[in-house]
């Protein structure tokens, strides 16, 4: 069977992470600028691990409205764009939006006979979702997919962030956490050292032993 061109070029296992980015107007300005700026370290770091560059699966989707900003590439492909805040936070209708793209991905991969890590979705907002956007039952959706083993979901709130329902959304054993100011830089350093240490295990594994978080806290 002839694959799809990405598979046969590169055959590698892959590692797939959602990056859910807040791209509504409360994020105009400095945490905008600092959220672009991290992107590229992220790709910068990653870029440093040979095998992680070729196994890393990035899909980046904003919501200020939901928009696959960029659909899943190797690292080695990404070419971080800059993202420009708008826009309402719906979130609910993101989470689904991603869990569905996930889903997808995840057919391409068996169907061209590709291995996988378990995905990571991650999200990073500064406010909460519209009040009538649907988060609860996407809520639901995605800790019935975390019991499953079928992705590891983690939540990062930005000042001004509701954390209450952030806590509600985000598994009971991996509570959401406050980024430290806007350093986004070393929380996209974090996730690269993640990725790698995740690309070179084996597929199927445990959960790998994460670096210590330094970029943010536990909100109590």
Same mark, same amino acid.
């Given at each position: 069977m002839i694959g799809q061109p990405e598979f046969v070029e590169n055959p590698e296992n892959r590692c797939p992470v959602i990056l859910l980015v807040d791209t509504s107007s409360s994020m105009t300005g400095a945490p905008m600028e600092a959220l672009n700026s991290g992107l590229e370290a992220f790709k910068e770091a990653v870029l440093q691990d040979e095998q992680a560059a070729l196994r890393v699966d990035v899909a980046i989707v904003g919501f200020g409205p939901v928009e696959l900003v960029q659909d899943f590439v190797t690292i080695d492909q990404f070419m971080p764009m800059q993202l420009e805040a708008h826009g309402l936070t719906?979130?609910?209708?993101?989470?689904?939006?991603? =869990?569905? +793209?996930?889903?997808?991905?995840? $057919? $391409?991969?068996?169907?061209?006979? @590709? /291995?996988?890590?378990?995905?990571? *979705?991650?999200?990073?907002? !500064?406010?909460?979702?519209?009040?009538?956007?649907?988060?609860? /039952? #996407? #809520?639901?959706?995605?800790?019935?997919?975390?019991?499953?083993?079928?992705?590891?979901?983690?939540?990062?709130?930005?000042?001004?962030?509701?954390?209450? @329902? +952030?806590?509600? @959304? #985000?598994?009971?054993?991996?509570?959401?956490?406050? =980024?430290?100011? +806007?350093?986004?830089?070393?929380?996209?350093?974090? =996730?690269?050292?993640?990725? *790698?240490?995740?690309?070179?295990?084996?597929?199927?594994? !445990?959960? *790998?032993?994460?670096?210590?978080?330094?970029?943010?806290? @536990?909100? $109590?």
């Open positions: 719906p979130m609910g209708e993101a989470l689904s939006y991603a =869990l569905d +793209l996930l889903e997808n991905r995840k $057919t $391409t991969y068996r169907n061209n006979g @590709i /291995q996988y890590y378990r995905p990571w *979705v991650f999200l990073i907002t !500064d406010g909460a979702p519209n009040t009538d956007s649907p988060w609860q /039952q #996407a #809520a639901e959706r995605l800790k019935n997919a975390e019991a499953q083993r079928k992705l590891s979901f983690f939540a990062v709130g930005v000042q001004g962030a509701d954390m209450s @329902i +952030l806590n509600q @959304i #985000a598994p009971p054993e991996r509570p959401p956490l406050m =980024l430290h100011g +806007l350093d986004f830089r070393s929380m996209f350093l974090w =996730l690269s050292d993640s990725m *790698v240490r995740v690309s070179s295990s084996t597929v199927g594994g !445990d959960m *790998v032993a994460l670096p210590p978080v330094g970029w943010g806290q @536990i909100a $109590t």
